[in-house]
């Protein structure tokens, strides 16, 4: 597993990747992401947020595909998160912004700008 970081006017951007080999563990492994995810920042026990259909250039289709947000969290340093999830073969990727306030237009801008190159 990899991962990007980087910090800028108080939001952190990180990318996170790993490669599960095994087709058949994709979808499962995009799920787990999300989830362990939600329960580290301790939006675990919440309903989840609705998620919304992604699209990356160069990513393989997939109905586990998405992005989520969640607001209102307590001690995880940011009041605000948005995660995606999404894969390219057998790669998964997950895409994360904390904030502590919304920021839907840097959100945007950074999953905007991802290209998976073939």
Same mark, same amino acid.
């Given at each position: 597993?990899?991962?990007?970081?980087?910090?800028?006017?108080?939001?952190?951007?990180?990318?996170?990747?790993?490669?599960?080999?095994?087709?058949?563990?994709? &979808? #499962?492994?995009?799920? /787990?992401?999300?989830?362990?995810?939600?329960?580290?920042? !301790? %939006?675990?026990? *919440?309903?989840? +947020?609705?998620?919304?259909?992604?699209?990356?250039?160069?990513?393989?289709? &997939? #109905?586990?595909?998405? /992005?989520?947000?969640?607001?209102?969290?307590?001690?995880? !340093? %940011?009041?605000? *998160?948005?995660? +995606?999830?999404?894969?390219?073969?057998?790669?998964?990727?997950?895409?994360?912004?904390?904030?502590?306030?919304?920021?839907?237009?840097?959100?945007?801008?950074?999953?905007?700008?991802?290209?998976?190159?073939?």
């Amino acid at each position: 597993m990899g991962m990007a970081q980087c910090k800028a006017d108080g939001i952190t951007f990180s990318l996170s990747w790993a490669e599960v080999r095994d087709p058949a563990l994709v &979808s #499962p492994a995009m799920r /787990q992401m999300r989830d362990a995810l939600r329960n580290k920042l !301790g %939006a675990g026990s *919440a309903e989840p +947020a609705a998620s919304q259909a992604l699209q990356v250039p160069g990513m393989t289709p &997939s #109905p586990e595909a998405s /992005q989520i947000h969640l607001g209102g969290l307590a001690g995880s !340093g %940011a009041a605000e *998160a948005d995660i +995606a999830v999404f894969t390219r073969g057998v790669w998964v990727y997950q895409a994360v912004m904390l904030a502590p306030k919304r920021q839907p237009a840097a959100w945007d801008s950074f999953i905007n700008s991802m290209k998976l190159e073939t």
